[in-house]
């Protein structure tokens, strides 16, 4: 299971995640290999937490991309993260 989690420092008008991909190693580059969920949000909030699973195929490595994203007073930020890649079993 992989528990993704976003914060502000106060409740924002709109918190959360803009695209989360499952990715795999294509001759040395990271590729989408699946798009989980695009453009879930929580408003008013100050957290953000999504939890899933993922099966892949055995031998094949993996990692996760996420695009998070917060929006406040007219203003917005966007964070790119990627997790450590690991194979499946």
């Given at each position: 299971?992989?528990?993704?989690?976003?914060?502000?420092?106060?409740?924002?008008?709109?918190?959360?995640?803009?695209?989360?991909?499952?990715?795999?190693?294509?001759?040395g580059?990271?590729?989408?290999?699946e798009t989980i969920i695009k453009d879930y949000y929580k408003y008013d909030a100050a957290t953000f937490i999504f939890d899933f699973y993922?099966?892949?195929?055995?031998?094949?490595?993996?990692?996760?991309?996420?695009?998070?994203y917060v929006e406040d007073d007219g203003g917005s930020e966007t964070k790119i993260a990627t997790s450590l890649p690991k194979t499946a079993e």
């Open positions: 299971m992989h528990s993704l989690v976003a914060g502000a420092t106060r409740i924002v008008d709109k918190l959360g995640i803009k695209t989360l991909e499952i990715q795999t190693k294509v001759n580059y990271w590729r989408k290999h993922y099966y892949g195929n055995p031998g094949t490595e993996y990692r996760t991309y996420v695009e998070f």
